[in-house]
């Protein structure tokens, strides 16, 4: 065995462990032990809360679904993920806030941009979540070199794009290969408009502000922008290697355009009139 075989297999081993540990922790505090404990729910009312507050939409809350969504994360990875080839799983952590968020745009044919689709998880909850939606999914599809010891993306990626985004619908998916400057400028010479925008490509800080900008262009008036991997920059990661400044300078500049809707660890947003 290669030093990259032993790289990508220890990388496994620890990823399964996370998983894991990540599972048993979601179960416990999923339980009813955990929520009547008496030493815990003080903990938790003392404990300095580690997100913000959601801020409401201020014209369209009434219309806002208000339904229980514990379980649609459930039934997607019921339906969805267990039966599709995902190697990772980072969006259905977000699915109770994006529920909410596309409970704005059911019962009609909404338009969806998704920069940055990599195995097509987001794609495929917005086909399901969405069924008279249509999503236009931008990536190079040439998958990420760094990620290669980890025994992500590689060559395959775009084939195991469409196997899973086909497991719920791919003629209401249309793929625009390339990199995001440059397709969404070609969008915007065709006067294209979206009801919803996900930006989650590069995460380098000038590459999420010019694909900021250009959605902006794109994104039709009420409509909503969601920015991924917003928050704290980690230890020992250089601030123009994240997101989170970008997205920050972006929220200043247009600050009178917008209003904010969530930002608890994505940073969604709507456009005003």
């Known amino acids: 065995m290669g030093d990259q075989e032993i790289w990508v297999a220890e990388n496994q081993r620890l990823k399964q462990q996370v998983q894991d540990l990540q599972a048993r922790v979601t179960a416990l505090e999923a339980s009813r032990w955990w929520r009547l404990h008496p030493r815990f729910a003080v903990g938790r009312v003392l404990r300095p ?23 649609v994360a459930d039934r997607f990875r019921h339906e969805v993920v267990e039966r599709g080839d995902f190697t990772e799983d980072w969006f259905t952590v977000y699915i109770p806030t994006w529920d909410r968020v596309l409970s704005e745009l059911e019962e009609r044919r909404a338009r969806v941009l998704e920069v940055g689709s990599f195995e097509g998880l987001s794609a495929s909850f917005v086909l399901w979540r969405l069924p008279d939606s249509e999503v236009t999914c931008v990536d190079t599809f040439a998958g990420i070199p760094a990620y290669e010891a980890y025994g992500i993306g590689g060559p ?22 390339g990199r995001s400057h440059r397709v969404l400028s070609d969008l915007l010479a065709t006067a294209e408009l979206f009801d919803l925008i996900y930006i ?23 409509g909503l922008l969601i920015f991924d991997d917003y928050g704290p920059i980690p230890a020992g990661v250089a601030p123009l290697d994240h997101p989170t400044l970008a997205i920050d300078a972006f929220r200043e500049l247009m600050a009178e355009q917008l209003e904010v809707v969530d930002e608890e660890r994505q940073l969604v947003v709507r456009k005003r009139a």
Not at 56 to 69: D, G, I, Q
Not at 156 to 177: G, I, Q, W
């Open 49 to 71: 809360s580690a997100t913000k507050p959601v801020r409401e939409p201020a014209s369209s809350t009434a219309s806002v679904s208000k339904r229980p969504t514990s379980d």
């Open 156 to 177: 395959e990626l775009e084939k195991r794009f469409d196997r899973n985004v086909a497991l719920v619908d791919s003629s209401r998916v249309r793929k625009r290969p």
């Open 200 to 222: 989650d490509a590069s995460h380098q800080a000038l590459d999420v502000l010019a694909d900021a900008a250009l959605a902006w262009q794109l994104l039709s008036p009420h």
